[in-house]
C-alpha cells in the first residue's frame, strides 16, 4: 500500500473503551478492504493488548500508542482542556493536528472532543466554535442536521456558517452536486420566529453563497426529508436529536411488547421476521452513527458514547469517507470567502 | 338536567370544517352522555345544518350560532385580533367570556386562537402570553410539554410561569397529587445551557413554590416520561412536538412498508392484526390531539388543524375535563402569589 488512509482512534472513550473500540474497528476494516486502512490506536497498552489478542488479524493494521489516563464523560469542556493533555483523546487529535493521521475518531465526552479539537486543530475562518453534525434517516434518504449541541447560543451569522459547512459536508459524504439547505423555524412563513433565524433567512437570500436555499423548515420536515441539509442552533438541534432518539426507543418497545402480547402476535412476527429484521436494520441506530466536527482544520468524528461495535464501525467509515475527500479545504475556502464578502453586511444586519 | 356543561365550537376551523368538526361533536357527545354535555355551534349557518341533518340526535344538544366569515389558516394573529370580529373563532371564545360556555375548542389556526383568546379573556398574573401544552404519550404514561409555540422567546421568569401551570394542568388532568416538574436542556448538570435555563433552574430551587421540581432532562427523557410536566421555549417546544409527530409518520410508514414488503410478512400482519390495531390505536394521533392554552382567564383547546373527526372528539372531551376542574383559578392564584413572592427576586436574577 503506497499511501495507507491512516485513522486515529481513542480506544478509551465511550461507555465501554477498548472492548467495543477495537472490535469496531475490526469491523470498519472489513467493510472497507480495499481502502488500506490503518489505524492509530491510543489508549493503556495492557487494556488495548488484551482486547487485540481475540480480535483476529487486528494486529497487522494497529500501531498501539500508549496514553496516559481518560478524560471522563463527565468532565468539563475548560477540565479536559487544560488537564486532558496526554489523554488517550488529547492524543488521537494530536495525530491529526501532526498529520500522522487524516482523521481522528472518539466515543468520548463531547464538549472535552471539541474543545481538545478547537485547541489543536483551531477553526477555519472567523468561526467560534465547530458545529456538530448528525445524519438523520429520512423517508427520502439522509439528511444533515446541525448544530446539534456544540453551539448553545447562535446568531444569523453562525447559523449562515452552519449553512455553508453543513452544504460543504453532506456534497462530501453523498455525492449531491447542490445540496437543498433549509433553516429550522416554528413556521415556514419569513415573519415566523425569533431575530436569529430570520436574519439568517434574509441573508441566506440576499448573500451570493451558492447554495440551493430553500427558506425554514419546521420540525416535521426533518423525517420528511424536505431539504437535504437543516441549520439550528445547537441548544434546538441537540433537544430535536435526543427528542428523536427517545421516541425511536419508544416505537421500538411498543412495537416488541405488541408482537409478544399474545400467541397469535408471536406468530405473526415469526412469520414476517424477515421482514422486520430488515426494517430493524434499516431503523439501527448503528447504522446513523458518527457525527464529525465541522469547521475544524482536520477531521474530528464523535461516535455515540453508547454504540456498539457496529456503531463505532460505522463512525470509522465516515471519517474514512470524509479523509477522502476535501471538504475542510473547502468549507475553509467558501468560510474565508463568505467572511470577506459578506461578514461586513452579516454584522450589521444582525445588530440592527 | 339541571347545570348542562356548555362547550363552544369553532365550526368552522381546521382543514375541514363542518364536515369533521360536527361529527367530532357527536363522537365526543358519545363518550359523555351522562354529563349533560351541550354545545354552542358557531359557523355558517347553511353549512352546518348541511351536516347536522346527517348527524342523528346532534340536533337535540347544539344551539347554532350564524358568524361571519373565517379566519384562515394562514392569517396573522394581528390581523386576526383588528379584523377577526364575529367570526366563528371569535364569537366561540367570546362565548366563554360572556359566561354562556364553560370551554371554547377550535381547530383553526393558532396564531390567530392564542391573540383573540388573549384579546378576549386576558391573561392571569402578569403573564404576557398564554402557553400552548401538548400531551406527550410516554413509555410512563403521558407527559404535559409547555410551551410548544405561544411563546417564541422566554426568560426564566417566563419558565417559572410555565412549570407552574404545567403543574396545575396537570393535576387537573390526571389528578397527580404532585406532578414532577423538569426543564428541558442539553444536559442534567447545572452548568449546561444558556442563561435562561440556567436562571429558570436556579428560582426553582430557591423560590418555594410547592413544585415537585426534578431539574434538567434531556429531550431522550420526554418519551421516556421522566417527568409529568416538562418546560421549554416556545420554539424548542414547537420544534420537539413537530420533530416527534414526523418522526411517528416516518415509522407508521417504515413499518407499513415492512408488512406489505412480501408475501410472507403479509401474512405474518394478518396473523397478528388484532395487536398491531391495539397499537395503531394506542399510537393514534386522534388520542392525543388537544392542547389548550394556558394561563388564560377562561378554557381554549386547540385541536390539531388535520384532526379527524375523532381527533376533535378528544380534543372536546378534554375541554369538558378541563371545565369540570378549577385549573383557571388555581393558576391564577399561583401565579399572583408567586409574583407577589418572587418577581422582585426573579427580575433581579434575570437581569444579572
Request: charged share 20%; net charge positive; with cysteine.
Amino acid at each position: 500500500m503506497a499511501d495507507p488512509l491512516v485513522i486515529s482512534i481513542d480506544a478509551m472513550g465511550g461507555d465501554h473503551g477498548p472492548s467495543i473500540v477495537l472490535p469496531g474497528v475490526a469491523k470498519a476494516l472489513q467493510s472497507h478492504p480495499a481502502k488500506g486502512l490503518r489505524f492509530l490506536l491510543h489508549g493503556d497498552l495492557a487494556a488495548m493488548r488484551a482486547v487485540l489478542s481475540s480480535v483476529p488479524r487486528l494486529a497487522e493494521v494497529c500501531e498501539l500508542r500508549p496514553s496516559e489516563g481518560v478524560i471522563s464523560m463527565d468532565a468539563k469542556p475548560a477540565h479536559a482542556m487544560r488537564r486532558g493533555k496526554g489523554t488517550s483523546m488529547w492524543n488521537a487529535v494530536d495525530s491529526v493536528r501532526t498529520g500522522e493521521a487524516r482523521a481522528a475518531v472518539s466515543a468520548g465526552n463531547t464538549g472535552a472532543l471539541m474543545a481538545i479539537g478547537r485547541l489543536l486543530l483551531r477553526t477555519a475562518g472567523n468561526l467560534d466554535r465547530p458545529a456538530l453534525v448528525a445524519n438523520w434517516p429520512t423517508l427520502r434518504g439522509v439528511t444533515s442536521v446541525l448544530d446539534v449541541g456544540a453551539n448553545v447560543n447562535c446568531d444569523a451569522e453562525r447559523l449562515v456558517q452552519f449553512a455553508i459547512m453543513g452544504a460543504a459536508y453532506h456534497r462530501a459524504i453523498h455525492h449531491t452536486a447542490r445540496p437543498t439547505v433549509g433553516i429550522l423555524n416554528v413556521g415556514t412563513e419569513t415573519e415566523k420566529g425569533h431575530e436569529e433565524v430570520r436574519s439568517a433567512d434574509r441573508l441566506l437570500r440576499e448573500l451570493e453563497l451558492d447554495l440551493a436555499y430553500l427558506g425554514f423548515v419546521e420540525g416535521d420536515g426533518i423525517a420528511k426529508g424536505v431539504a437535504d441539509v437543516i441549520v439550528t442552533d445547537g441548544f434546538t438541534g441537540n433537544v430535536a436529536v435526543k427528542t428523536a432518539e427517545g421516541l425511536a426507543r419508544f416505537f421500538r418497545t411498543e412495537l416488541r411488547q405488541t408482537l409478544t402480547e399474545s400467541l397469535l402476535a408471536r406468530a405473526g412476527a415469526l412469520i414476517a421476521r424477515g421482514a422486520l429484521r430488515r426494517m430493524s436494520a434499516r431503523l439501527d441506530p448503528g447504522a446513523i452513527n458518527g457525527g464529525p466536527f465541522l469547521g475544524l482544520n482536520g477531521i474530528v468524528v464523535k461516535s455515540h458514547g453508547s454504540a456498539d461495535a457496529r456503531g463505532f464501525a460505522t463512525a470509522i467509515r465516515l471519517a474514512a469517507n470524509l479523509a477522502g475527500s476535501d471538504f475542510v479545504g473547502e468549507i475553509a475556502q467558501h468560510l474565508t470567502r463568505s467572511a470577506a464578502e459578506g461578514s461586513a453586511p452579516i454584522r450589521e444586519r444582525t445588530v440592527a
